[in-house]
């Protein structure tokens, strides 16, 4: 093939497609071609957006509320924000240190932009979440990868991320619970971040999407509860996508120090100017209305969950870390690695992904993703007579392996 005329930014050649959303991809095509597909790939709830959410959007439509608002997000919609955060974690922001976005992804975006200068390193404990390390790379960072081990249930070992942090560490990113492996982290490792972050000047990126929905009899723990004084230099990541299912309404938000928040805001206004009209004032009612709907989706994941994890346990050979939080489970199959199927070799989590949905029609995310290779990701967010047959498909195909 001849080379294209037009060559690429140096900065986009280094950078993967979303591996998730690639998954997810070839499953629907799979699927619209009449395969029989059970999807665990995908990143959102089955639910349906709440029917007073929708109404304010379309109400937003009727009453012309259609046009550029304040690059920020509107001023109604940042102060509701501030009032959830006094209610829900007794924080205290006012609505210049609040950035609507579309979307979370989008607010780590801008995040990044605003604060990262080229050679600044990024602790990233993983396994990650699949968009971290491209994001701190396109803002000429350099993600580090600090591990989670599996024996600590992913929590995170403070010995560990002293042995990755260096003068060039400009930041850490907690998310907690985690995508992809449901983990929580303790009070002890939040004490030791937060210990790091202040002796050091780090800026703290705490992604809180799935603070709603976790599975704990004790309160979801927080970095901002750890010292008072973290608060200067902490972002707070949030949004609507998870907890009240409107992943494709694109509105996230960040909680933070003025000065970053403006930065942020010049970035947005010059990129997307402000979050869509419509979705702002859907996300409105999802802020200020009724709060039990994560509850409600909580209660249906617990006993997915439950099911999902002792029937994997109960694979030979197959470990699984129980998630605290919200809607994936991330086993560990890598006994399976090096046995054959029809003389092809699985070697690693992207051949057992491929093995999975080409052999059992199941999809998954390999765990190679979220750099952790040993696993694979399966959301629960799908109903349980899926989940079981799904479950049986897996041990079927695992048992035909051979080696
Ligand atoms: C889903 C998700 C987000 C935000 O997603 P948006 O759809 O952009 O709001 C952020 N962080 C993690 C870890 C997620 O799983």
Redesign the pocket.
Known sequence: MSSPIITLADRVINIKPSPTLAVNAKAKALKAAGEDILNFSV?EPDFDTPPHVCEAGKKAIDEGFTRYTAVPGMPELREAICQRLQKDKGLSYTMDEIQVAC????G?YNMFQAVINPGDEVLIPTPY?VSYPPMVQLAGGTPVLVPLLEQDNFDLNPDILHKYATNKTRAIII?SPS?PTGSVFSVEALQAIGKMALENGWLIIT?D??DTITYMDTKLPHILEVDDKLKEQTLI?N?V??SFAM?GW?I?WTAGPKHIITAMNKIQGQSTSNPTSISQKAALAAVTGPQDFPKTMQKAFLPRRDFFVEDLRSITGVSCVNPKGAFYVFPNFSTFFGKTFNGKAINNSVDLADYFLDEAKVASVPGAAFGADDFVRFSFATSMEIIKDGMSRIKKALSNLEG
């Open positions: 990143g979307g979370g992804k989008h780590l979440w998310n995508n992604d999407i799935y990541l949004g996508s998870k992943t694109r996230g």
